[in-house]
T-cell receptor, first 113, second 111 residues
Framework: KQEVTQIPAALSVPEGENLVLNCSFT??????LQWFRQDPGKGLTSLLL?????REQTSGRLNASLDKSSGRSTLYIAASQPGDSATYLC????????????FGSGTRLLVRP | SQTIHQWPATLVQPVGSPLSLECTVE??????LYWYRQAAGRGLQLLFY??????ISSEVPQNLSASRPQDRQFILSSKKLLLSDSGFYLC??????????FGSGTRLTVV
């Protein structure tokens, strides 16, 4: 059974700092990995999608990497801003025909002005 | 482009009352559709998924059921709500290699 773990559970940093969020998964047979952002009381916004054959994806100040063989992904946020404060969720799509999305419990990020 | 609609945005229902949450999608045909729930302070739990009309797979046995009466319609229901059914319900659409897109969600409070 696929399990996804995210560390740290919470992170507080001063504005301008670069930071790394970690995600690990137990079954390397994934279809893809997706990072989401969730603001309090809101739905999920997709940030980056990495296909199983890819190593990384970049969007603006965000960079996500994938090491499928070791079951790890990282989300790198450069020059953090207070507007980046949110919960960041890592999720893997299972490699079977159901394509279920299995989530980690998230990292709650606070960027202090 | 593919879009996903959920309603209502918020709902307060008494214990024992029925529930019907609707999710519809546009811009695609025969999509994979999913219902997730996020209980307060907890992670996202997959409840049901559907790969086609009338095809429903349940992930967690509980007080809820799902139906897919039309290709682009996915409904989450309950005959009698429990307090433990409170949470944030999200419908999701798998867009193939482009990954998942989520609806804006329904916040359900059972009182």
């Amino acid at each position: 059974k696929q399990e996804v773990t995210q560390i740290p559970a919470a992170l507080s940093v001063p504005e301008g700092e670069n930071l790394v969020l970690n995600c690990s998964f137990t079954d390397s047979a994934i279809y893809n990995l997706q990072w989401f952002r969730q603001d309090p009381g809101k739905g999920l916004t997709s940030l980056l999608l990495i296909q199983s054959s890819q190593r990384e994806q970049t969007s603006g100040r965000l960079n996500a990497s994938l090491d499928k063989s070791s079951g790890r992904s990282t989300l790198y946020i450069a020059a953090s801003q207070p507007g980046d404060s949110a919960t960041y969720l890592c999720a893997v799509t299972t490699g079977d025909s159901s394509y279920k999305l299995i989530f980690g419990s998230g990292t709650r990020l606070l960027v202090r002005p | 482009s593919q879009t996903i609609h959920q309603w209502p945005a918020t709902l307060v229902q008494p214990v024992g009352s029925p529930l019907s949450l609707e999710c519809t999608v546009e811009g695609t045909s025969n999509p994979n559709l999913y219902w997730y729930r996020q209980a307060a302070g907890r992670g996202l739990q997959l409840l049901f998924y559907s790969v086609g009309i009338g095809q429903i797979s349940s992930e967690v046995p509980q007080n809820l059921s799902a139906s897919r009466p039309q290709d682009r319609q996915f409904i989450l229901s309950s005959k009698k709500l429990l307090l433990s059914d409170s949470g944030f319900y999200l419908c999701a659409l798998l867009q193939g290699a482009r990954g998942y897109t989520f609806g804006s969600g329904t916040r359900l409070t059972v009182v």
